[in-house]
């Protein structure tokens, strides 16, 4: 679970752009993504609040059921934006070494992944694309994101960065791959050169 067994895919900034001597280091959130869950954690918050109230008022017990899951939702809602809006995280990329992720999902204590650069197989960018409604609305609304993956050789998929343009997750797995100093292989469909006819 994302914050809590493994690294979160959120935006970074980069701390640190060495790529001659083979070091890339990049932290976050940044500050739009905490806005985010501060916000979300607020909503959550209210909505458990809401829920809590409806409650506590005389209805028979089995009325109570629906306030009850919404209190829970909204309690996890605000769980999640409150652990999205203060905690850190941190990616180093050097070469020789390969890939560490750290992070702390605060008050727990901090983690850590490495993924040894013999291990690194492929990067990959993947599409994710969120549809929300609007109970007011007939019309849906969806929001395509990108996020930066590295494979290593157990086909085992480590998220990296999250992005609003594929040519931005491009473009840090080119700089990734200049901090490791050599270039894994691209998921990226190569083009076939037809044979002429002699």
């Not at 980069?14 to 501060?38: N, Q, Y």
């Not at 059921?65 to 990616?91: E, F, K, W």
């Not at 469909?189 to 044979?195: D, E, G, I, T």
Request: proline share 6%.
């Amino acid at each position: 679970m994302e914050w809590v067994t493994e690294p979160p895919c959120t935006e970074l900034d980069v701390e640190r752009d060495d790529l001659a001597k083979g070091m890339l280091i990049l932290k976050g959130p940044r500050g739009m993504a905490r806005a985010k869950g501060g916000l979300v954690a607020a909503m959550g918050a209210a909505f458990a609040a809401g829920a809590v109230a409806f409650l506590r008022m005389p209805f028979p017990k089995a009325w109570k059921l629906i306030p009850a899951a919404m209190a829970i939702t909204g309690g996890g809602m605000a769980a999640a934006g409150a652990v999205a809006a203060i905690s850190d995280v941190r990616i180093q990329v050097e070469r020789g070494k390969g890939i560490r992720w750290t992070w702390r999902p605060r008050p727990a204590p901090e983690r850590e992944v490495f993924l040894p650069a013999k291990e690194i197989s492929t990067f990959e960018v993947k599409t994710n694309i969120t549809r929300t409604s609007n109970e007011f609305s007939f019309q849906d609304r969806s929001e395509t994101t990108f996020s930066l993956m590295v494979i290593d050789k157990q086909a085992k998929a480590y998220a990296i960065e999250v992005f609003h343009l594929h040519s931005q997750a491009e473009l840090r797995r080119e700089q990734i791959e200049k901090a490791l100093g050599a270039k894994a292989k691209s998921s990226r469909p190569k083009s076939k050169k037809k044979a002429s006819a002699a």
